[in-house]
């Protein structure tokens, strides 16, 4: 049987300084092993929980499949060691894995692990051209609600998570996991398997951003990234690069914008136009009409 995806332990809590006997969730964390024809591609330490998205969604953020349809079936099979995911790819994408074999093993969602190449770990993902713009205030009032959709947090306190946050849907899609980076993966294949537009949106992410993140949001189609915590700075470059506007270290108070402020609509004026001044980042091509490509 499969693990569930948090486990009850029994502990001794310390609080204002008196030491009383209690028990809490704490998050499950288990090898997963993503195979291909036969042979497996990355094992990955994951919650065991929405299994199917994280295969889908770690399928389209490494380059495996091209879209969701290319993913004809995932096998959920459990082992001593923990959990196969025996994805059936179509046969161009079978190919493309083939040709592109790497092995690759890491902890709690890391997502860089057995690379063949330093230069890989920093690739430039293809561009984001989405035009939308997004109000400051939404943005900040979404990040702040986003732990009232956090199940599996609330009962651990230790879980990541990624939601798909829209103008008119607000937040729609949330996933969970151990890692910020598998949170984001099964998130990706969520809205992939249910044919959703990430253009019109942004990601809010519970953790700092690192240039994995900003290449997983990049490959989604996704052209705001929202965090509760600072970004990397080669994320930042990264992030310019690719048209991603990173919006971090979010409070109830505001945030930071460190790429393509363009994208967001401040309430004050002046601070707008301080955005716009000659020091910002340079602004994004315009949009066209084009799907994100992988």
Same mark, same amino acid.
């Given at each position: 049987?499969?693990?569930?995806?948090?486990?009850?332990?029994?502990?001794?809590?310390?609080?204002?300084?008196?030491?009383?006997?209690?028990?809490?969730?704490?998050?499950?964390?288990?090898?997963?092993?993503?195979?291909?024809?036969?042979?497996?591609?990355?094992?990955?330490?994951?919650?065991?929980?929405?299994?199917?998205?994280?295969?889908?969604?770690?399928?389209?953020?490494?380059?495996?499949?091209?879209?969701?349809?290319?993913?004809?079936?995932?096998?959920?099979?459990?082992?001593?060691?923990?959990?196969?995911?025996?994805?059936?790819?179509?046969?161009?994408?079978?190919?493309?894995?083939?040709?592109?074999?790497?092995?690759?093993?890491?902890?709690?969602?890391?997502?860089?692990?057995?690379?063949?190449?330093?230069?890989? @770990?920093?690739?430039?993902? +293809?561009?984001? %051209? &989405?035009?939308?713009?997004?109000? !400051?205030?939404?943005?900040?009032? =979404? #990040? $702040?609600?986003?732990?009232?959709?956090?199940?599996?947090?609330?009962?651990?306190?230790?879980?990541?998570?990624?939601?798909?946050?829209?103008?008119?849907?607000?937040?729609?899609?949330?996933?969970?996991?151990?890692?910020?980076?598998?949170?984001?993966?099964?998130?990706?294949?969520?809205?992939?398997?249910?044919?959703?537009?990430?253009?019109?949106?942004?990601?809010?992410?519970?953790?700092?951003?690192?240039?994995?993140?900003?290449?997983?949001? @990049?490959?989604?189609?996704? +052209?705001?990234? %929202? &965090?509760?915590?600072?970004?990397? !700075?080669?994320?930042?470059?990264? =992030? #310019? $690069?690719?048209?991603?506007?990173?919006?971090?270290?979010?409070?109830?108070?505001?945030?930071?914008?460190?790429?393509?402020?363009?994208?967001?609509?401040?309430?004050?004026?002046?601070?707008?136009?301080?955005?716009?001044?000659?020091?910002?980042?340079?602004?994004?091509?315009?949009?066209?009409?084009?799907?994100?490509?992988?």
């Amino acid at each position: 049987m499969i693990p569930a995806p948090t486990e009850r332990h029994s502990c001794i809590a310390w609080r204002n300084l008196r030491a009383l006997p209690s028990n809490r969730h704490l998050p499950e964390e288990t090898p997963v092993a993503i195979t291909y024809r036969g042979s497996t591609h990355a094992v990955m330490m994951a919650t065991p929980a929405d299994l199917e998205d994280f295969a889908t969604g770690f399928s389209l953020s490494e380059g495996a499949a091209a879209t969701a349809a290319d993913v004809l079936d995932t096998e959920i099979l459990e082992w001593d060691e923990g959990v196969e995911l025996r994805v059936t790819l179509s046969d161009d994408a079978g190919t493309r894995v083939a040709e592109r074999r790497r092995a690759m093993a890491g902890p709690v969602g890391c997502g860089l692990c057995g690379l063949d190449s330093l230069a890989e @770990a920093a690739r430039l993902p +293809p561009p984001v %051209v &989405a035009d939308a713009t997004f109000s !400051a205030r939404d943005l900040v009032e =979404a #990040t $702040a609600t986003l732990s009232s959709f956090q199940t599996l947090n609330g009962v651990t306190r230790a879980m990541h998570a990624a939601a798909f946050w829209s103008p008119r849907r607000a937040i729609e899609t949330v996933r969970e996991d151990v890692g910020r980076h598998n949170a984001l993966d099964k998130l990706s294949g969520a809205l992939a398997r249910t044919g959703c537009d990430a253009a019109g949106g942004a990601v809010i992410m519970t953790s700092r951003v690192s240039v994995e993140l900003v290449q997983k949001t @990049a490959i989604l189609g996704a +052209p705001v990234l %929202v &965090a509760i915590s600072a970004p990397t !700075a080669l994320a930042v470059r990264v =992030a #310019t $690069a690719a048209g991603v506007t990173l919006a971090c270290v979010t409070r109830r108070d505001g945030f930071d914008v460190f790429t393509h402020p363009d994208r967001i609509r401040f309430d004050d004026e002046a601070l707008a136009f301080a955005f716009a001044s000659p020091g910002a980042p340079a602004a994004r091509r315009p949009a066209t009409c084009a799907s994100p490509a992988i």
